[in-house]
């Protein structure tokens, strides 16, 4: 492993899977769902990296929460596992300011390389409930390999839900972000026979939104946002004005699509 160099895209994602591995032998998979870009990288061949990951968690109270995180973060062992992989240590959240409230619980944490490199990452879990169907799951033995990482069992949500969550963010946040629509476009394939029952969810008006403010967002907002975190090869692929127009045209049908359907 000592003559693999890894870029900082992906020491990001090898924290993300061996937190998820240590998390959940403290945590039972039903308390949690991991969602949005890493769920969709993980279990939907994304080529979208993720700077930091996002679960939904109940069923465990705020404190014993973050003492499982920090146990996780402050242990030797675990920062000694990351070694091999260019991680030199990790430096957890001063927890007295991390946000820690009834609706967001979020760890901030510095990963620091043997080159010298301080990488930022962030492990967020929202407490608003669970927002369509989980299922428990293997991470893709291909992803792995890339790693030499053993098996992973993990819970996320399944596609219908992942699209829906998307559509909402894409119509609902107050900044428009060019990743929900590239979601969407990695995801469309994944709604195949589902449409009509998922979009029951998001509605009319939410679907005309989202489409609304696919237009809102150029290709520099998409090249600097989204092509920045994909690999080099997909960046080459991706990296045009008009691959991004194509992508947008896609989702746009997509919607509308789904609008008729409703």
Not at 109 to 137: A, C, N, P, Y
Not at 182 to 201: H, M, N, W
């Amino acid at each position: 492993m000592e003559d693999i160099i890894f870029t900082s895209l992906q020491i990001r994602e090898i924290f993300h899977l061996e937190f998820l591995r240590w998390f959940g032998r403290s945590v039972k998979l039903e308390h949690y769902a991991v969602k949005g870009g890493v769920n969709i990288r993980f279990f939907f061949q994304s080529m979208r990296y993720s700077e930091d990951m996002d679960l939904d968690i109940a069923g465990i109270g705020i404190n014993a929460l973050k003492d499982a995180v920090m146990r996780i973060l402050q242990a030797r062992s675990f920062a000694e596992s990351l070694q091999p992989f260019g991680i030199k240590s990790v430096i957890p959240p001063d927890i007295v300011k991390a946000k820690q409230t009834q609706t967001t619980q979020r760890f901030k944490v510095h990963l620091i390389t043997f080159s010298g490199e301080d990488l930022f990452t962030k492990v967020e879990f929202s407490r608003r409930g669970f927002t369509g169907k989980t299922v428990v799951g293997s991470v893709p033995a291909a992803l792995m390999r890339q790693y030499k990482l053993p098996p992973l069992l993990v819970s996320h949500y399944e596609a219908g839900a992942a699209i829906a969550q998307k559509i909402n963010a894409l119509a609902c946040r107050k900044a428009v972000q060019a990743r929900d629509i590239f979601d969407l476009y990695i995801l469309r394939p994944q709604a195949e026979g589902t449409v009509s029952g998922l979009f029951k969810s998001s509605g009319k008006t939410t679907l005309k939104d989202a489409v609304a403010r696919i237009y809102e967002v150029d290709f520099e907002m998409f090249r600097d946002t989204v092509t920045a975190y994909l690999s080099p090869q997909d960046q080459e692929l991706y990296g045009t004005a008009s691959v991004w127009e194509e992508i947008r045209l896609n989702v746009v049908h997509f919607l509308e699509e789904a609008q008729k359907n409703e």
